[in-house]
């Protein structure tokens, strides 16, 4: 059975359908999870509540572009949504003059990465998510989260100095993961 056909007997409500897809986009739209979560029980939370999110807003797919792209955007969204009420999203409110940049050293993991990006405050995981690995600006990211856009400058380099300083203590390199 095509996406199409699966995507069309899902806004029927089809619960075969619904297996399906589910099958079919959990392992992808798990590490997106991951990446938003404190830990990986939370990144299971969030993917189960994603789906029925995309469960019950899935009839608003017209079709008009990918739906790789709308459902990990609703999966994202949905996570946000978490967040978004929060009160720590705007006590950071500061200039930061200096932008900390990370470089490349292949001897760091994927799995350490992961690791220290999921031990980051809430605020700074967000907003370092959002700006790194979904391309959205500064602007962007203080509109989804209802916070300044100095907020999410501020929020972005702290997040780099702690992922900085975590790498340079457990690995002893003074080459970082380039990040711009």
């Known amino acids: 059975m095509s996406i199409d056909q699966l995507i069309n007997d899902c806004k029927k409500n089809d619960i075969k359908a619904q297996e399906q897809l589910y099958t079919i986009y959990a392992k992808k739209l798990f590490p997106v999870c991951l990446k938003y979560s404190r830990s990986y029980v939370e990144a299971q939370d969030n993917l189960q509540d994603g789906?029925?999110?995309?469960?019950?807003?899935?009839?608003?797919?017209?079709?008009?572009g990918s739906f790789?792209?709308?459902?990990?955007?609703?999966?994202i969204n949905n996570i946000l949504q978490h967040y978004r009420n929060k009160?720590?999203?705007?006590?950071?409110?500061?200039?930061?003059?200096?932008?900390?940049?990370?470089?490349?050293?292949?001897?760091?993991?994927?799995?350490?990465?992961?690791?220290i990006i999921q031990e980051l405050p809430d605020r700074y995981?967000?907003?370092?998510n959002l700006f790194v690995f979904e391309n959205y600006s500064h602007q962007d990211i203080?509109?989804?989260?209802?916070i300044t856009v100095g907020?999410?400058?501020s929020n972005l380099s702290r997040?780099?100095?702690i992922l900085k300083e975590?790498?340079?203590h457990n690995t002893g390199s003074d080459k970082m993961p380039y990040i711009q």
Not at 68 to 75: A, P, Q, S, T
Not at 142 to 146: C, F, I, M, R
């Open 51 to 64: 789906f029925l999110l995309v469960f019950e807003k899935i009839k608003q797919f017209e079709f008009k």
């Open 68 to 75: 790789d792209g709308w459902i990990k955007k609703v999966m």
């Open 87 to 115: 009160p720590f999203l705007s006590l950071v409110v500061e200039d930061v003059a200096d932008e900390v940049t990370l470089e490349v050293d292949d001897s760091i993991s994927i799995e350490f990465l992961t690791k």
């Open 125 to 128: 995981r967000l907003v370092f």
């Open 142 to 146: 203080a509109t989804a989260l209802e």
């Open 151 to 153: 907020t999410s400058k």
């Open 159 to 161: 997040a780099k100095m």
């Open 166 to 168: 975590k790498i340079e």
